[in-house]
């Protein structure tokens, strides 16, 4: 019985983790989507730091993560609304 409360609480933790996983995921391709389209030179100048660090984190996930994280919002997204 012991083993069975065991493995129903690693289930639990299992799809709490991968549903915060899915939440990750669409936030960074949020992010990528957003650094991707966003003009540098037309945000204020307080941000400049915080909008580095961003680029700079997201150029930090393998190419494989970034890739479903773009997935995960629909990366053709921009490119469907700019015709």
Same mark, same amino acid.
């Given at each position: ?17 991968? #549903? ?36 700079? @984190?997201?150029?930090?996930? @393998?190419?494989? #993560? ?18």
């Amino acid at each position: 019985m012991p083993h069975q409360q065991e493995l129903s609480m690693l289930r639990s933790e299992l799809d709490m983790l991968m #549903t915060e996983r899915q939440q990750l995921l669409r936030i960074c391709g949020a992010a990528a989507m957003f650094v991707a389209e966003v003009e540098s030179e037309h945000l204020p100048e307080p941000v400049w730091n915080v909008a580095e660090l961003l680029a700079e @984190s997201l150029n930090e996930l @393998s190419g494989e #993560t970034l890739q479903e994280a773009l997935e995960s919002v629909g990366a053709g997204l921009l490119a469907d609304d700019s015709d």
